[in-house]
């Protein structure tokens, strides 16, 4: 369980969410449908721990996020790090030959 001093860290840096606070903001989204933070805060972790639950939940959340840019950077985000795991997977298959 997060307090708000845990919140607000984690909306200071996005990059302190744990995959064990991923179910704790899932509920909080679900607690408070009209607060776009947990949403947010959700939909980053997932991306930064590039969990494959990140496209079906972005369309989950997608509706309560009125700021588009913060959306437009989850996406490309996510998208970004999936991009660097595959050229990560490639090199490391061109160094095993």
């Not at 996005?14 to 009209?34: C, F, Q």
């Amino acid at each position: 369980m997060l307090s708000t001093i845990d919140i607000a860290a984690r909306i200071k840096t996005p990059e302190l969410v744990s995959k064990g606070d991923l179910e704790y903001l899932e509920k909080l989204s679900i607690k408070y449908p009209y607060t776009q933070l947990f949403s947010i805060l959700y939909l980053k972790g997932l991306g930064t721990k590039k969990d494959v639950r990140f496209e079906e939940e972005l369309q989950n959340h997608s509706f309560k996020i009125s700021d588009r840019v913060q959306l437009y950077n989850l996406i490309n985000d996510y998208s970004n790090n999936i991009e660097q795991l595959f050229v990560e997977k490639e090199e490391e298959e061109e160094e095993g030959c």
